[in-house]
């Protein structure tokens, strides 16, 4: 009797920590640029990779590259999702993110209101941003800024050193300190020039809640928009969940994930709002690295 005690009672204990190991639910803090959770994209992924892995939860915030990856500096997350090369240079330099990755981009835009008093419509993205400046000087126009160290951000102080300008401190020149969406509504508001990524532009165009914009300029290296994922550090920050950041990591690389980035939004919105990194890897590094050293 006490010989089939202690089996039953082995057994029950084994069936429980199995129990508990099957159905623990395993949490992913992904720390991400707004336009991928902004147009729903991360949502549908992530739905996609539960499938797969159903005690896997990820969980997004949603901030500018700058906080996503002040907040892997501070080993708050598992892995970042950014697009900023410039600012992820730094943090990779400083060991803060390591196995990073190319897998998706699409293009930045710059957008204004329709009659486009700067008379950029179809111009090269540098000749543009001296048109919208001179049209500001002239008071024709207004510039909004995200203002925020985002990757948006980033690539506009880009454009404007480009194009040899500097218009910090112009009345004209309006930084929102917001998200991409909140930027966009403000410059509708505003009837002022923006930049934009296209899928955010996209969404809320397609939403009806930006009806004084339209897109102006949409092509030149300039405006490549390119988005990567990073592990955190396991090596220098604890607690890092190094087993399914690298989970989350293959699934976006996969065929698979691949596919989804490249079909999201045909069906609403008419056109992909990312393409996927897939087969063009080398000409995104080469891009990613001009960037970076810009």
Known sequence: ?????????????????????????EVLRVSTTTSLYATGLLDMLSDKFSEKYPNIRVEFIAVGSGAALRLAEKGDVDMILVHAPNLEVEYIDKGVIVDGKIFAYNTFVIVGPSDDPAGISGKDPIIAMTCIYDACERGEAVFVSRGDESGTHQRELLLWSLAGLDPQDKEWYVETGTGMSETLLYANERNAYTLSDIGTYLKLKSEGRLAYLTCLVDQGRELMNIYSVYIVNYKKYTGVRKDIAEKFMEFLLSDEGQELIGNYGKEEYGQPLFYPAKGEEDELRECWEWFAEA
């Open 1 to 25: 009797m006490v010989i089939i005690l202690v089996v039953v009672v082995s057994l029950a204990f084994a069936l429980l920590y199995w129990m508990w190991h099957y159905y623990r639910v």
